[in-house]
Nanobody, 124 residues
Framework: QVQLVESGGGLVQAGGSLRLSCAVS????????MSWFRQAPGKEREFVAA????????YYTDSVKERFTISRDNAKNTLYLQMNGLRPEDTALYFC?????????????????WGQGTQVTVSS
């Protein structure tokens, strides 16, 4: 059974940084594209960033470009999200997701593997 476990969330002041991790167990990351999504209270789940299974291709939602960086270490079976320049509007529960494919997707229903989420709160 594939399990995804996020960590690294917390409370940070605006302008600060956090690094989220997503540890994957139950399979290797070969041919397993991954993404980060987030969901704020009362809002729909929102795409943040995606990365191809070999890390050669990444893309981001416009609001996080130049601030967030998605990366992966297949040898460690771990996905990362480096978040710099955090803003109060980045406050949300952050989820990692994975699917058997070359590239990631911005569509939540295209993933069948999800973590439980890690809370990120940015104070102004």
């Amino acid at each position: 059974q594939v399990q995804l476990v996020e960590s690294g969330g917390g409370l940070v002041q605006a302008g600060g940084s956090l690094r989220l991790s997503c540890a994957v167990s139950g399979r290797t990351l070969t041919n397993f594209a991954m993404s980060w999504f987030r969901q704020a209270p009362g809002k729909e789940r929102e795409f943040v960033a995606a990365i191809s299974w070999n890390g050669s291709s990444t893309y981001y939602t416009d609001s996080v470009k130049e601030r967030f960086t998605i990366s992966r270490d297949n040898a460690k079976n771990t996905l990362y999200l480096q978040m710099n320049g955090l803003r109060p509007e980045d406050t949300a529960l952050y989820f990692c997701a994975g699917r058997i494919a070359y590239s990631g997707s911005h569509i939540p229903t295209s993933y069948n593997n999800w973590g439980q989420g890690t809370q990120v709160t940015v104070s102004s």
